[in-house]
């Protein structure tokens, strides 16, 4: 689109929104939509043609009608903290953030539920549900910032979700609204509902199918105890062969967290957890239930522990002590920015067993695109964070760190892993997501999209890579130089 044609559209678009939105719930200026531009993966940014910041579900329906008559893409958004580039601005589209929808509407002690709005924070949920001794398991590490909205979009992870389940085993009912602007619901707040259950169809589907505005959410009880244990090994091999072997002996921790040795040095510097800056790599394991049950899952985990070589080991012995240890992982990422410019964050999976095995492709990797990698994972669930380090105003390096996400990818498809453990596809995986899948697949995707948005006007160009993307990929491969993002905006 020419520069003539783009502010006439824009204006035609800002137009037929001004008529449904009061003059504060939508922004097009250049400099109010700048912050806008990117989302947690801030290689790649997007201005969108406006902002529309609606405060009702009737404002909802009626910019998604206005854009849809229109034929204008919609990008829903929640609190940008993504980490693939879902919530990226289309360059002819409206970005809907659903910031104002944060109001927590039930809690139900009884039930064990929360009623909340889509963009209410993680962590508000469980301080809400505090008094009630309830909490909210799925506990992403961006709890603090990161909505349910967009913690469903993802069907987002964290800690606790190995014994507890991802955001999908944690959600009962999603209400939003179609490309259409027609009301929808997903799931039921009981425990199953009549008809075709399509709740596990939205959870994960990026703001593809639907925007989420309401959510309802199941409650645990917070566990009487918690206790962690520290773990170093002087192996990367024998951690990783430790993690397969705890759950091979049939314990399931509320936590097991893998970091390695660069990543233990960032974050130590960070916030001095008391990490084992000796250690190749340390785990964090963590049993909660009543004290009796604690007592004696410590004790199960720190015999297989040492079976397995750990070189040392230290229990919490307090809950400050507890929060210490997690201090560090849950400082992972913030650590990697004090040592790099930027940082690209993938989350490919891999089955249990073939840890150390990717941990040692990876550390050839960055001999191969000589830039630098701090793994920190989700061990339990055999979901890798590698951090690439990286400086994106260097075009080169940005382009090695590309290359170098992509071969971490499919190594890990290799392994018998997928592209995506938890962050989703976004625009960062898509190359790879044609190599986890055939076209035909790839197309019965489109073919879920066709059924809930025909016109394609929800985040299109994310989650599901085209044809001819994967065609263009393909031939990239087969010359040799893998062109990561080839039609993705640059610096
Ligand atoms: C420091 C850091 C740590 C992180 N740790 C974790 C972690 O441990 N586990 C994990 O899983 N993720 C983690 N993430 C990634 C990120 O926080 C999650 O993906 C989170 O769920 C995104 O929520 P958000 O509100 O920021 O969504 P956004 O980034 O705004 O959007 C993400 C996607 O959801 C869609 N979306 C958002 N709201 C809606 C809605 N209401 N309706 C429809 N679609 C919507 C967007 O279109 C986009 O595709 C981390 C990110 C950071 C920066």
């Given at each position: 689109m020419n520069a003539l044609h783009a502010s006439e559209r824009q204006s035609q678009v800002v137009r037929a929104l001004q008529a449904h939105l009061p003059a504060h719930a939508l922004i097009w200026n250049a400099e109010d939509t700048t912050p806008y531009e990117c989302d947690g993966l801030t290689a790649y940014r997007q201005r969108p043609l406006a902002v529309a910041l609606p405060e009702t579900e009737a404002q909802v329906a009626a910019v998604l009608k206005t854009c849809h008559a229109l034929g204008v893409p919609v990008v829903a958004r929640g609190a940008?903290?993504?980490?693939?580039?879902?919530?990226?601005?289309?360059?002819v589209g409206v970005t809907l953030s659903l910031a104002k929808f944060n109001s927590i509407l039930k809690i139900d002690p009884v039930g064990r539920t929360a009623v909340v709005q889509c963009g209410v924070r993680n962590l508000a949920i469980s301080e809400a549900a505090a008094p009630f001794n309830l909490y909210y398991a799925p506990d992403p590490s961006s709890q603090i910032a990161c909505t349910i909205g967009g913690n469903v979009a993802e069907n987002s992870g964290g800690?606790?979700?190995?014994?507890?389940?991802l955001t999908l085993h944690n959600v009962l009912r999603v209400r939003g609204f179609t490309a259409e602007g027609e009301a929808i619901e997903f799931g039921s707040e009981a425990l199953d509902c009549a008809g075709l259950d399509l709740l596990a169809l939205v959870v994960g589907s990026e703001g593809m199918l639907a925007v989420t505005t309401e959510v309802t959410v199941k409650l645990v009880p917070k566990p009487r105890l918690a206790r962690c244990i520290m773990a170093s090994f002087d192996d990367v091999r024998k951690a990783g062969d430790a993690v397969a072997a705890v759950i091979a002996a049939g314990i399931i921790p509320a936590g097991l967290e893998m970091m390695d040795k660069p990543m233990t040095a960032a974050v130590e510097d960070f916030v001095r957890a008391g990490y084992d800056l000796e250690a190749e790599a340390i785990l964090l394991c963590e049993s909660d239930g009543t004290p009796e049950e604690v007592e004696e899952e410590i004790g199960r985990m720190s015999a297989v522990l040492r079976d397995c070589g750990a070189t040392a080991l230290s229990v919490s012995r307090d809950e400050d002590e507890r929060l210490k240890f997690w201090s560090g992982r849950k400082n992972a990422f913030p650590a990697s920015g004090r040592i790099s410019p930027d940082y690209m964050c993938l989350d490919s999976t891999i089955p249990r067993k073939r840890l150390a095995d990717i941990l040692l492709a990876i550390q050839q990797m960055e001999k191969k695109y000589n830039l630098r990698c701090c793994n920190v994972f989700h061990a339990g669930d055999g979901n890798l964070h590698p951090l690439v380090l990286f400086d994106a105003n260097d075009p080169d390096e940005l382009h090695r760190c590309e290359l170098f996400g992509a071969d971490i990818l499919e190594t890990s498809v290799a392994m018998g892993?997928?592209?995506?453990?938890?962050?989703?596809?976004?625009?960062?995986k898509l190359n790879s997501m044609c190599v986890q899948f055939t076209a035909e697949e790839n197309e019965q995707m489109f073919g879920v999209k066709r059924a809930f948005d025909p016109a394609g006007l929800l985040n299109p160009g994310k989650a599901i890579p085209t044809l001819q993307r994967c065609a263009e990929y393909g031939r990239e491969v087969v010359r040799g130089g893998?062109?990561?993002?080839?039609d993705l905006p640059r610096f």
């Open positions: 940008g903290t993504g980490l693939s580039g879902g919530a990226m601005p289309n360059a800690v606790h979700c190995l014994k507890y389940g892993g997928t592209v995506s453990g938890e962050h989703g596809v976004g625009v960062e893998r062109v990561a993002h080839p």
